[in-house]
């Protein structure tokens, strides 16, 4: 008999590298629309030390790091 699982073995690595990938993109973003946000408000509030820049980068990379471990705790 052969073993049914052995096709399915290519399909789930690809599953996970796209997975992942995504998931790294979905961070990446987050974190970029953080820091340019808090670099545009500070611009705009004409601030001489970069408060918005340094709360929405801490925010945006504590989010994604929530929407990363939920993402891994679903699997």
Known sequence: M???EKPKEPKKQLNDYARYSG????????ILIGVLGGIKLDEVLSLKFPV????????SVFLSMFFAIRDFLKK
């Open 2 to 4: 052969e073993n049914p």
């Open 23 to 30: 998931m790294a993109v979905q961070m990446i973003a987050i």
């Open 52 to 59: 918005f820049t340094l709360v929405l980068t801490l925010l």
